[in-house]
């Protein structure tokens, strides 16, 4: 399995960007995909997920700012922020659990998923 993360950068505060996860080395029916995103000093937090039929779950802090989308036929997923805050600064991971998604808060859980991406950084100026 790998993933690979893209689409990191610097932006000012308000600005959009978006991130993509290219999957490849696995097929799944009933996983899920999520992002993640580590400021320094802090914890790795669950920012967005998507079940493999479509259903997203969304940290409170994201929501109505950020989309999480994927293309099966790429085997990519994506995240768009739109609206981006100073807070939002932080390295941001993909990862994937490849059976077995229940939905739900499980959904934004480091420790629910098995497979990782690579970080990207995003950096955001006010």
């Known amino acids: 399995v790998q993933l690979v993360v893209s689409g990191g950068g610097s932006v000012q505060a308000g600005g959009s960007l978006r991130l993509s996860c290219a999957a490849s080395g696995y097929s799944y029916s009933s996983g899920c995909m999520g992002w993640f995103r580590q400021a320094p000093g802090k914890e790795r937090e669950g920012v967005a997920s998507?079940?493999?039929?479509?259903?997203?779950n969304y940290a409170d802090s994201v929501k109505g700012r950020f989309t999480i989308s994927q293309d099966n036929a790429k085997n990519t997923l994506y995240l768009q922020m739109n609206n981006l805050k100073s807070e939002d600064g932080a390295m941001y991971y993909c990862a994937v659990r490849l059976v077995g998604c229940g939905g739900g808060w499980l959904t934004l859980a480091t420790w629910y998923y098995t497979y990782w991406g690579q970080g990207t950084q995003v950096t955001v100026s006010s």
């Open positions: 998507i079940l493999s039929g479509g259903t997203t």
